[in-house]
């Protein structure tokens, strides 16, 4: 037969798990914050080398041992909406910022250009977008308007983007579902933009 732990045994070894469970849940907020307060300050480096980019019409890394520079600005005026784009869409450009993929067309080229970024920062905003909101992308070179036509979600697994188009096309991709607990998945969330003559 199991004895009973006394009271004060209990009170100990409850207030144990509470303050455990508030510590892991404490580490947790601190982790998201951290990448949040990262994705905050990466976009304020890299806004200052987009300036110098556009000064200078030169690729300017953000910091002297960035392996990325700035290509663009995605700017979506409705959601109050500016972000610097890297030049690639690896797990290093993407944690800084959206990211674009080389396999496109560059940004405000024909064809269909592809940018990305994690569905927790950069593109959360994504989730609002809705069918002819419009979405601004700016190079050293150019201005261009484009408009949501589309929005999908699609496996990654057995989807693969239409990158001949005949229309100059804008397709912004995320991880989906938004809200979700465990990173990564198969599905992903495309916004699909058309070149939007004014």
Not at 119 to 141: G, P
């Amino acid at each position: 037969m199991m004895s009973k732990l006394p009271h004060h045994q209990l009170r100990i070894i409850s207030t144990a798990v509470i303050a455990l469970l508030f510590g892991a849940c404490l580490w947790q907020l601190t982790l998201a914050g951290w990448i949040q307060g990262k994705a905050i300050v990466a976009q304020q480096l890299l806004n200052h080398s987009w300036h110098r980019t556009i000064d200078s019409s030169a690729p300017q890394k953000p910091w002297p041992w960035a392996d990325t520079w700035p290509v663009a600005k995605l700017i979506v005026p409705e959601y109050d909406i500016e972000q610097i784009v890297l030049a690639g869409d690896s797990g290093n450009s993407l944690a800084f910022g959206p990211g674009y993929s080389f396999a496109s067309a560059e940004p405000n080229s024909p064809g269909t250009t592809i940018i990305s970024a994690h569905r927790d920062t950069h593109f959360q905003f994504l989730k609002d977008l809705k069918i002819n909101d419009k979405i601004i992308v700016q190079t050293a070179e150019e201005i261009t308007h484009y408009q949501v036509d589309e929005l999908m979600i699609v496996d990654s697994e057995t989807f693969t983007v239409p990158t001949e188009q005949s229309r100059q096309t804008l397709i912004l991709v995320t991880c989906y579902p938004f809200d979700a607990l465990t990173p990564g998945g198969p599905l992903r969330y495309l916004v699909i933009a058309h070149i939007k003559t004014i």
